[in-house]
């Protein structure tokens, strides 16, 4: 039973820029996902995708390969989701750009976020990728450009000449660019319809937004991932993308990834706080603007970030907010239906905690990293401590573990952590000789021997697991991407 007003198109976004998830976990849930509501997907493949030719060189080492993403279509297909996928083609570009072969074609040297609008090799670039992408989507009706927060759009040296000629503006340069995305897709592909992020279009005046274009090309997406969402603000936008010619609007949410760039755990009641507010700004729009709406679900706040709470994690998340979404609100008898979908006997929106270990697919993987994060941490930090205290000396004498859930935990993660997560949960590496200088033993004292195993085991584990070709790096200022 669906709740009148609320959107009719549910998205949830796969964000695959981070330990992306192995095809065959995809598949356990996308199940789960269509009995909580989802109609569809939000595939953001960014380097995960199998790129080939001269594009080979952006694949990621743990990459899908074409196999495996006709595999998770057709599963998505015989559940009844709907696939959109999302290449990034402005913003965000780090993925691309940060390739020698690609640095020409920053908008700043020395910043590889963001697109040069200005070089036709860059349309070119773009274009390639999103032909490949849809080559293995041959049956969508909306595809996503992207093309949120191009930071530095304006400061290279082409844009500042560019700006100094009469009557050119950045708003005017941003949706230039925008518009050729949109033309391309929709001149090769003519049953897609482009959808943008709207963060870009939300200062340009009307009159600006009207006169370029772009609102009989593209569908806006509304991205806003606050607990205290402006409900009247965001009607008052709709209504002004309305008079300025877009057809439909998407709303965006958010179910993880949204509370802090190396958030492990999610807090539920933000994310369901945030939706029921989009049910109140659904609620108070025409009912005939709404498109849907986009559950997001960030890994990364940005390419060289670290990451943010793995997918399984965050999956009580996604079942609270899908259902609120459905069901128009969220009540008692809804949370047991949750808690039924997802093996739960009492799932917690308040607190981190949850004394319910579940049986949906991943739960383990929730259990292990409540463990780690609280139990672990705590000694962790109590060791620190320890060593300020007696900053005189050189060491401190070994301690035992302070707590019987250290020991539990020792006991259950140090067995279960690594096979979970390397071998059930993450893409694959391709075989490649251990490292053991990768893991700094040194950099722990030599104090309570099971907690050093097992954060010896869990890095270990990432490093296995998340495959960067490099060691993550943060970019020059850290970008506080959606929060």
């Not at 083609?89 to 910043?111: D, P, Y």
């Not at 040296?157 to 100094?164: D, G, M």
């Not at 992020?197 to 997406?221: H, K, Y």
């Not at 990432?462 to 970008?479: I, T």
Request: glycine residues 6%; charged residues 20%.
């Amino acid at each position: 039973m669906e709740a009148a007003g609320g959107p009719r198109r549910r998205l949830v976004h796969l964000d695959l820029k981070g330990a992306p998830p192995r095809a065959r976990y995809l598949a356990e849930v996308l199940p789960l996902l269509r009995a909580l509501g989802a109609t569809g997907l939000l595939l953001e493949y960014e380097d995960a995708f199998p790129y080939a030719g001269p594009l080979e060189l952006v694949r990621a080492p743990h990459a899908y390969s074409a196999g495996e993403v006709r595999a998770v279509l057709r599963q998505a297909r015989a559940q009844g989701l709907e696939v959109v996928p999302l290449v990034q083609s402005f913003g965000h570009m780090e993925f691309v750009l940060k390739h020698k072969e690609f640095a020409h074609l920053r908008e700043v040297k020395v910043f590889p976020n963001a697109l040069n609008p200005h070089k036709e090799e860059s349309r070119a670039l773009v274009k390639a990728m999103i032909d490949q992408v849809m080559a293995l989507h041959e049956d969508v009706t909306w595809f996503h450009i992207g093309c949120d927060e191009v930071y530095y759009l304006g400061e290279g040296e082409e844009s500042k000449q560019w700006l100094q000629q009469q009557d050119n503006t950045l708003e005017k340069l941003c949706l230039s660019h925008i518009k050729a995305v949109a033309s391309c897709v929709v001149s090769s592909y003519p049953t897609v319809t482009p959808i943008v992020w709207d963060d870009m279009l939300r200062g340009i005046s009307e009159e600006t937004l009207a006169e370029s274009g772009v609102p009989q090309l593209v569908q806006p997406m509304i991205w806003d991932y606050a607990a205290d969402l402006d409900v009247e603000g965001k009607v008052h936008l709709i209504e002004k993308y309305r008079r300025c010619g877009f057809s439909k609007v998407w709303f965006a949410s958010a179910f993880k990834g949204a509370t802090g760039v190396n958030q492990s755990l999610t807090l539920i009641g933000h994310h369901l706080k945030n939706h029921l507010r989009w049910l109140q700004v659904a609620s108070s729009s025409p009912a005939d603007v709404l498109e849907g709406i986009a559950l997001t679900g960030w890994q990364r706040y940005d390419h060289f970030s670290v990451l943010c709470e793995l997918l399984p994690v965050a999956i009580p998340s996604l079942a609270v907010c899908l259902q609120a979404l459905k069901n128009g609100g969220y009540s008692e008898k809804i949370k047991e239906n949750v808690e039924k979908l997802l093996g739960m006997s009492n799932l917690e929106t308040d607190t981190f905690m949850s004394t319910s270990l579940g049986t949906f697919p991943g739960s383990n993987i929730l259990t292990l990293v409540t463990q780690v994060s609280f139990y672990l941490k705590s000694s962790v930090d109590e060791l620190l401590e320890r060593n300020r205290r007696s900053s005189a000396e050189a060491l401190s004498p070994p301690c035992q573990p302070t707590t019987t859930h250290v020991t539990a935990v020792s006991k259950t993660a140090r067995a279960n952590i690594h096979f979970q997560i390397c071998h059930r949960l993450v893409q694959p590496l391709p075989q490649k000789k251990e490292d053991s200088s990768s893991y700094n033993r040194a950099s722990l004292p030599a104090r309570c021997t099971q907690n050093k195993e097992l954060l010896s085991r869990c890095w270990l584990g990432y490093s296995r697991c998340v495959g960067e070709r490099e060691p993550p790096q943060h970019g020059a200022g850290e970008l506080q991407r959606r929060s």
